[in-house]
């Protein structure tokens, strides 16, 4: 006999019930009650929509023809009023409707505080489509606009507004953002990541009054500050909408008491979704509520399910800003972390391990590994094996592989893809296998990545897998074929890992090769002497022959050699020594260089320690025209001669060379100081460009003249030539520390952006260690290598002559 | 009959290295891998002619400094899609000793 099920709220959790019931062909004549004026749509991408990344009808779940095709009958925008338990009606502004089964899906009302001024228009609440309609109106004539609460929505309706142009400040109660999902490092990154959008973030605020006469015009804290405000949106917080149930006499504490099969205290009612508690918690997350949905949908067929509640995780859907958070990551005894932090990349992770699991996850930046964590947690997989390099994700998981396809493909078939829908590997496989072969046919049949959408790259990526060719995804590109690693993934292993040895990097990380190659090695000895100066021995065999040689090898297999002239000054007696010794060595070419230096071309291999040794008793130095290191310092005369010069140009440019000569780096450092801002020394497009003005200093960086040609950007202006000192060595450092090998500061600015590179550099604490480290690695590395080699002089010549005994 | 000439001290040639023997017919470089083993080719990429001696060894291979050819030790064989062959010779250690074979090296002005 068909049963009337009366359902009251058109919701996500409700509407999947009823999805449940017609795929089970349940006999029920459903009559579907709503306040809002409309169906079901997705809540949960509201956000987008306040955005502009999407509108309504992107998100609408249930159209009219759904509801007609399944016989439906909707009550949109009608209240229901009461519930009569003893006759089996509810009571509406429609009149009265009987029921054989009830269903309570109210969900959730927005909590308001109670502060004078609450009422006042252009105060609202970020909850349904209305509320996202006016605040997209709001924003159309700009403004300002105070979102209080620095939770999930409160964020991501702050993001919306700003992203419409408003400007927008959030006022948080508590020490950092979202503190119920993010501990407070990832707070920071965050909040961060928001002040860079323009949205002003005030934490530890408490909002006092909301001020106006006849609409809002303010916001007063309780420390007394006011801020302007055209529009005021309150996020603080949910509370379940439990009114009907309590004046039913219901069984309700903070929300409506129901059973694991979802029955509250009268058998006939059932309620689910945010409006429900179950065992003394509350649901807000949209995962959870669809678990209840298909229990609550089995009690109405009578085949009853048992709902538990699951471990749940969170993602933050602001473009940009990539957040995930699980578990209980609160700090305890017993408890130990484990953390990762990148700062050039804004990276955090950090897990909470008790008890040889994983049982917290935090991840910022980066969340691209946070279903295997969110796995471990869920699962309680045993860590105990794994956890020198857990914290690096599944990749670094015993020779497991880093490709993130292959990784998707060694997944099992229970392994969940979309959180929200509760889909695992398996039913996509089999979805596609059934012909839906495209994201929009895969979330029409699956609903994977049909809810929140942050899964849809990995569904994409099943995709991939197992359709094979036609789905090609981008993926990081490895340093070379000894490895699956990138430059990053390596250098963030030499630092963590503590790596000090070429062998010890091959063994941690999975080398395919015995020793590496011609592309890995001297990436390898780079990154390795950068970092550990003091423990790592440079290897130079895995050096190019140039810096193994020091000279330039030519395409006959001579070399060229360059003194180094300190800022490109040089003296008579240079001179004569350099003539001499080109005329001694027959060397066939001398050229005057770009930098300013000049390059005897076509030595031979077995005279280059003589020539050095000659050029040493001269005074002068290896001017490593060859070396991934400090170049040249290029100057023009400056206040010495030029009638325009503002500052000592020649002088300073010769204290730079002096202090950073010898520096390994990423790839070749070119300095240059001009005298004033006609610029003669050519500074602005060097790697480091120094201009003098009248006041003092500008600093640039990132300029480029070969392949690619680039103008630097200014980092900074300084007062003194002891600034300028200091900030060259801390922005050489960092870049040395930071950088992909064969990157040239420009490259490696277009990475981390130059405002990163300005904050370390504007916070002295920072800037005065990286200078410390700078001058640390100096005292190794800044020697002479001619005066050294000259001395070993051994790898220059044969190592026997053949050529009597052949004679004999 | 190999005609085995001692040539110099394993230890002269830096491991993952090489060093040159001069003969009447060019530039001999012999190699020495990370595993103590040593190879001797002609010191010149089939390529452009570059010193393979400056290369870096990796493996049983070296790669040429010029333009990154990478030619196998043991066959004088370039790699990958290149295509090319660069003569080798027999050479061995004993006792701590590269030795050469001075015949072949011999037979290499004829060839």
């Given amino acids: 006999m068909t049963q009337k099920l009366v359902v009251i709220g058109a919701g996500m959790a409700s509407g999947r019930v009823l999805e449940h019931l017609f795929e089970g062909n349940a006999d029920f004549d459903v009559t579907l009650f709503n306040a809002e004026e409309r169906g079901n749509y997705n809540r949960i991408m509201l956000s987008p929509v306040l955005s502009g990344e999407k509108t309504y009808e992107d998100i609408v779940t249930h159209d009219a023809d759904w509801y007609e095709a399944n016989n439906v009958t909707c009550h949109f925008g009608t209240h229901v009023t009461a519930i009569d338990r003893q006759a089996k009606t509810v009571t509406s502004t429609k009149g009265t409707t009987s029921y054989d089964k009830l269903l309570i899906a109210t969900g959730s009302a927005p909590f308001i505080i109670p502060v004078q001024g609450k009422d006042l228009p252009g105060v609202i609440t970020y909850r349904d489509l209305d509320d996202t309609n006016a605040m997209i109106q709001a924003a159309e004539t700009g403004g300002k606009a105070v979102v209080i609460g620095g939770g999930l929505l409160g964020l991501e309706a702050a993001a919306g507004l700003a992203e419409r142009g408003m400007e927008v400040t959030v006022l948080h109660l508590m020490g950092h953002l979202m503190e119920r999902q993010l501990d407070e490092a990832a707070g920071f990154l965050l909040r961060r990541d928001l002040e860079k959008r323009g949205i002003t973030v005030k934490c530890r605020a408490s909002t006092a009054a909301i001020l106006g006469t006849d609409k809002v015009e303010g916001v007063l804290l309780e420390d007394n500050e006011g801020l302007e405000a055209d529009l005021v949106v309150m996020a603080v917080g949910i509370r379940p909408e439990t009114r009907l149930a309590t004046d039913a006499g219901l069984e309700v504490a903070r929300g409506i008491e129901v059973g694991a099969q979802l029955q509250t205290s009268d058998p006939d009612i059932f309620a689910v979704g945010e409006c429900v508690e179950f065992d003394g918690q509350l649901f807000g997350l949209v995962a959870p509520l669809y678990d209840q949905a298909k229990v609550l949908a089995h009690s109405l067929m009578e085949t009853p399910a048992v709902f538990t509640p699951k471990e749940l995780s969170t993602k933050l859907k602001v473009t940009g800003c990539d957040l995930f958070s699980a578990g209980d990551f609160a700090s305890g005894e017993g408890r130990e972390d484990i953390v990762f932090r990148d700062p050039a990349r804004g990276v955090y992770r950090r897990l909470v391990i008790e008890d040889d699991c994983v049982i917290g996850a935090v991840m910022y930046g980066d969340t691209s590994d946070s279903n295997w964590f969110f796995g471990l947690i869920r699962d309680k997989t045993d860590i105990a094996d794994m956890r020198d390099t857990l914290i690096f994700g599944p990749a670094y998981q015993g020779g497991a592989p880093s490709d993130p396809l292959l990784a998707v493909a060694a997944l099992p078939r229970d392994a969940e893809i979309c959180g929200c829908n509760g889909i695992c590997k398996g039913q996509i496989e089999d979805a596609i296998a059934a012909g839906a072969t495209d994201i929009e046919a895969l979330r029409s049949q699956t609903k994977a990545s049909a809810s929140c959408g942050t899964c849809t790259g990995l569904v994409e990526q099943v995709l991939s897998v197992t359709l094979g060719d036609d789905f090609v995804l981008p993926t990081a590109q490895p340093v070379c074929g000894c490895t699956d690693m990138t430059h990053e993934d390596l250098r963030r292993m030499i630092k963590s890992q503590e790596l000090k040895s070429l062998p010890a990097v091959w063994q941690a990380c999975d080398w395919k090769t015995p020793c590496g190659c011609h592309v890995c090695r001297p990436a390898l000895n780079f990154y390795l002497l950068a970092d550990w100066p003091l423990d790592y021995e440079d290897d130079p065999q895995s050096r190019f022959v140039n810096e193994r040689k020091h000279a330039n090898i030519q395409k006959d297999g001579t070399f060229s050699v360059v003194p180094r002239m300190w800022g490109g000054i040089t003296t008579p007696d240079e001179l004569r020594a350099i003539a001499d010794a080109a005329e001694k060595y027959a060397v066939p070419t001398v050229k005057v260089t770009g930098g300013q230096r000049i390059d005897l071309l076509g030595v031979k291999n077995e005279d280059l320690p003589a020539i050095w040794h000659d050029l040493n008793q001269a005074g002068m130095v290896s001017g490593h025209a060859y070396s991934k290191g400090l170049r040249t310092v290029k100057t023009c005369v400056g206040s010495d001669h030029c009638r325009f010069g503002t500052q000592d140009s020649t002088g300073l440019g010769i204290q730079l060379e002096k202090a950073l000569w010898g520096s390994w780096t990423p790839h070749k450092l070119k300095l240059a100081v001009s005298g004033c801002p006609r610029n003669c020394a050519e500074a602005t497009c060097k790697d480091i460009g120094i201009v003098c003005v009248d006041s003092g200093y500008q600093i640039s960086i990132g300029g480029a003249a070969g392949m690619d040609v680039r103008e630097t950007s200014l980092l900074c202006q300084v007062a003194t030539e002891a600034e300028v000192m200091d900030v060259v060595k801390a922005v050489t450092q960092s870049y040395r520390e930071n950088a992909r090998y064969l990157d040239r500061i420009y490259k490696w600015m277009d990475k981390v952006g130059l405002d990163w590179i300005q904050a370390q550099i504007a916070d002295l604490d920072t800037r005065a260690a990286l200078v410390a480290r700078f001058d640390l690695s100096q005292t190794i590395y800044r020697k002479d290598p001619w005066a050294q080699q000259v001395v070993k002089s051994a790898p220059y010549i044969p190592l026997a002559n053949l050529t009597l005994e052949a004679a004999e | ?111």
């Fill in chain 2, 1 to 111: 009959m190999s005609n085995w000439i001692d040539i110099a001290a394993l230890e002269e040639v830096p491991q993952r290295g090489a060093r040159l023997v001069k003969t009447p017919h060019g530039c001999v470089a012999i190699f020495r891998t990370a595993g103590d083993e040593v190879f001797a080719l002609d010191n010149a990429c089939p390529h452009k002619n570059g010193p393979l001696a400056d290369g870096i060894v990796h493996g049983k291979a070296v790669t040429c400094p010029l333009h990154n050819w990478v030619i196998s030790l043991e066959t004088g064989a370039a790699q990958g899609a290149d295509k090319g062959q660069v003569a080798t010779y027999p050479a061995k250690v004993t006792g701590g000793r590269i030795l050469l074979d001075a015949d072949f090296l011999q037979q290499r002005a004829v060839a």
